[in-house]
Every structure is written in structure tokens, then in C-alpha cells.
């Protein structure tokens, strides 16, 4: 039996190579073909082979079955196995990617400096929604719209000086954003943020619990005040209110920051008033703690008006206007222009007397009568020749000059020490004192003394009783009048009637009459 000494495969036949390695068979020595145990050997091996080939074909489809169903098995339970590994796989990733997404989005929504420059974008392209989505306030009356972010658009776009102020003001809050709260309120420094128009700072309101830096709005307030009714007060064109009551005040708000125009109306019979100012409510030095006062209607007041007895029948006239009531009806007249004019006038048979138009001025009470016009009248159609007592014989028609003039002195005077007395001005009566006698020291230290303890005096009614020409050369002589007044001290009010006796003489430098003494004759009452 022949080998290929270089596989050890059997030859068999004629061949001179191997089939297996292509060694020449030739080379292989023939020592075993004749040799019998080599046969043996030959046919034991062989029959070995067989014996293991056969055994070998028995066992290999058992073990194909055995790994054909291995595989189902496996096939079995692979397919969800490897569902879930993906399910897990795609799970993580997406957590990574939205871990990711959370912290990029934390620190973009956190820079302050991104909320800057947005909050400045969104003013300068006019970008409304862009803008409120970027602002805050922490006033519960405050709501930010698109109306009120129009109002901050259109005033930094008109000043763009303030915007960039209000910018730097921003990126120097922006550096205590991410400083500890709690430390921040130990040192004070967001104590400002209350006065501060525009201010940045962490916002409650942050997605996911994120930190979400906005622009905060502190409101701003406009206190009206009226000393007079009726007035009606507007807001970009808008009323907001209207004085109920004298010395009217109202707190009219929340409003942003911003320019607004501001106006009040008034309109009565005697007045018809409109005044519109606009208002910068931000670069204001006349804010103070982010309100703001406006006076509406200081052009008006009210006067009361006194006239004596004789003339409280005399119809009023406001600026040359007939108001159809008596002086009696109209005591109090207003609201009315510090310029208005006030006359009375009355009317006997086919006369009319009628006063000058007084300018009302500062003055709280306007005195006018017409009494020397009717009392001229009545003594020329001598009808009041029993009601005046006339100590000197010679006083006739040639002293009626003199009786007018010395009248309305002393009526004067009366009328003017209660405005002397009720505002502490001694000015008010100086032109009636004779300068030099004792009486135009004593009534200015009196006139002082009054107002300081409290003493108010309105004069109801004076009449005068006598006078009596002294001396004709000095053309001097006394007045008596009866005085009727309503004093008020200590919140108390008492109603006193007094006879006075006035002395008075021409001075010659001043050309007019003047008192040089006064004496109460007796307290009626």
C-alpha cells in the first residue's frame, strides 16, 4: 500500500502524483507492498477509517438538527431582545441630546446679555410682541400690552441718547444677576430697583425651572390736583378723570415709562379753558419716586364778592357779561381767570350807575358798591338830606367831592384791614394811613398780632353814620361808622358789631385823604 510521505494520503492505483498535494509518487519508496503486515496494517486502518467515517455519518445530522434548532430557538427570542437594545439605545441618546439641549438652552436663556441686546433690537426694528415677551414687572397693576410697549417704542426711537443710557444701566445690573440672592439683599444692592425705571433681573416665570433673565418696568404714577371743580384731565386724548370738589387730588396710574401729552378742560358760563403740554415721564427731573405731580387748572379761582347794603340789588357783570343775578345772589363767583373782570350795575328810574370793572387778581374777596354814585344821585333829588346828620352848618353841595372821597376811604379800609389781617400784609392798608401820625405804626404791629393768634375777620356790612368837617382849611374832620364783622379764632366764629370813629385829613404830598386816628366808641354787640 502506498503513502504520499509528504500528506501520508493513500495512493492507490497507478498514480504518480497525490490527488491532495501533488507530491510525485515516485519518490515514494515501495518497501510495504510486499510486505504482509503492512497489508494488515493497511486493511486494519482502513477498516478503522470506515468505521469512523461511518460513525462521523451517523452523528452529523443529529447535530445539524440539534443547531437547526438551536437557531429557531434563538430566532425565537432574538427579534425582542433586540428591539429593546435599540429601544434602550435611542432612549439614552435622546436624553443626551435633550440633557444637552436643557443646559444650552439654561445658559442662552440665562446670559443676560443675549436679553440686551434683544430688548434693544426689538425697540429699534419696532417689533411690539418681540418687546413684551422680553418685559416684566412686579406690579400687580401693571399690564404690559402692545399699547404700552408702542409707548417705550416710540420714545426711544425719538431719544435715542436715553435708550443708550438705559442700555448701560441694564449691562451694569446684568453683573449682579448670578450673585446669591441672599447676599445681594445683605449688601443692598438691589435697594434701587424700586425707584429704577428699567431694571434686569431673574424671572419667576422660567421654562422648566430655568433661569429666565427679563427686563422689569417699574409703573409710573401721575398725582392731578385741582383747587377748583370741574376740571376734566386727559391722557393722550383720553379722560382719565374729572375734579369733583375743590381741592380735588387723585393718584391716576399704572402708566410705563414713556412721553405722553397731558391736558385738562374746563368750560362754564364765564370760562372756556384748554391746555395741553407733553411729557417726558422718563428723563424727568420732576419725578419723585416714579411719580409725578400735575396741576390742572391754577388759572382759575374763586372770589366772593361784597357790596353794601344800598347796592346788593345791583345786577353782576364777568367780563362785561350780564349774568342776570344780583350782587346778594352771587356772593361766591367762580371757577373765573385770575384776569377776570367783575362790575355791578343798577338802575333808578332812567339812570344807570354802574361801577368800574375790577381785575380780580390774587384778591379771595372783591369788594364794590355804587354807593357814592347814589348816594350823588339821591342828594341831588334831595332824598337823603334826612338820613345824614350834618354837625357843621356849612356843609352843602360845595364838600360833596370831599363826603364821596372820605366815604369810600373809610369803606376802603375796612374792607382791606380784613385782607391785611387774614394774610399778615400790612400792604394792604398802607395807602390809607397818614405816614408820620402814630396810627400807621400801631395798625402794622396790630395787623401782626391778629394774624398771629389766629384772628380772621370778614366784613359783612358798614354804614356810615356821621361826618363832621373839623376844619375847613385842613380839610380834616371825623367819620363814624357802624361795622358788622364775622371773626373766627380757635375754630370758633362769633358775628360783632362795632361803632368806630375815624379821624382823617388831606395830605397834600399823596393828594388824597387819609386816616391819622381810630377809636372804637363802643362794642355794640
Known sequence: MRKCKSCGRIIEGNDRFCLICGAKIEEVKEELNNNETDVKTYEKEKLENSNEELKESTEK?????????????????????????????????????????????????????????????????????????????????????????????????????????????????????????????MLNLNTDNEKKLFYIKNSKKGFLGLNKIKVYINPIFINVNSKVEGVKFFINGKEMCESDKRDFNLKVGPLVPG??????????????LEQTETVDLIENFSLYDNEFIYEMGNELKYVTLKTSEKSKEATVYIDGKNTGKKAYELSDIGPILYNTKISIEIKQEDNIFKSDEVEVGKRKELYIDLDSQLYEYEIKNNKEEDKIGKVSSNFDNDYSELYYNVENLVKDYTYNFTVAVNNNNFEAIKKYLYQGEDLYDSQESIVKQFYNDGIREELIDIKIEKINILNEQELSGTVEAIERYSIKQNDEEQEKLFNVLYEFKFNNISGNYELTNIKHLDKLN
Open 259 to 272: 412721553e405722553y401729552e397731558l391736558s385738562y378742560k374746563f368750560n362754564n358760563e364765564y370760562v372756556s
Open 61 to 185: 445530522p443529529l447535530k445539524c438538527e440539534k443547531n437547526i434548532y438551536d437557531n429557531r430557538e434563538k430566532n425565537k427570542k432574538s427579534p425582542l431582545k433586540g428591539r429593546s437594545n435599540k429601544l434602550i439605545l435611542i432612549s439614552l441618546s435622546l436624553f443626551g441630546i435633550l440633557f444637552f439641549s436643557y443646559k444650552q438652552l439654561g445658559a442662552y436663556m440665562s446670559n443676560p446679555q443675549n436679553v440686551i441686546e434683544k430688548f434693544k433690537v426689538s425697540i429699534l426694528d419696532k417689533n411690539e410682541q418681540k418687546l413684551i415677551d422680553l418685559l416684566d414687572t412686579e406690579s400687580s397693576s401693571l399690564k404690559i400690552d402692545e399699547e404700552g410697549a408702542k409707548v417705550i417704542i416710540d420714545y426711544f426711537n425719538k431719544n435715542l441718547d436715553a435708550l443708550d443710557e438705559t442700555i448701560n444701566y441694564l449691562i451694569r445690573d446684568s453683573k449682579l444677576i448670578n450673585k446669591n440672592d441672599e447676599l445681594s439683599n
